[in-house]
């Protein structure tokens, strides 16, 4: 699959391959299509490498401002 071709659907396969939500046959096919690119596969490296590391992130929650309210007046 070329990043030229179709570049918001091309954006959605990669998501779904990075998120690890791929079938099986897709996830053949997508492996097979990037892998007659080398640039190509190196730059999907770095985005797995990427995408796995964010997943130590946590999403921030919304203060609790009674609880600051009464740690501050305690």
């Given amino acids: 699959m070329k990043t030229n071709d179709n ?5 959605e396969t990669l998501a779904k391959y990075l998120g ?9 096919d997508f492996e097979n299509e990037i892998s007659v690119s080398d640039e190509e596969k190196i730059n999907i490296e770095k985005m ?5 590391a964010m997943n130590g992130y946590k999403e921030q929650s919304a203060p ?9 007046h305690a």
């Fill in 48 to 52: 797995k490498k990427q995408w796995n």
């Fill in 7 to 11: 570049s918001q659907q091309y954006a």
């Fill in 20 to 28: 690890g939500e791929m079938t099986d046959v897709e996830l053949h």
């Fill in 64 to 72: 609790d401002a009674g609880k600051a309210w009464r740690k501050l």
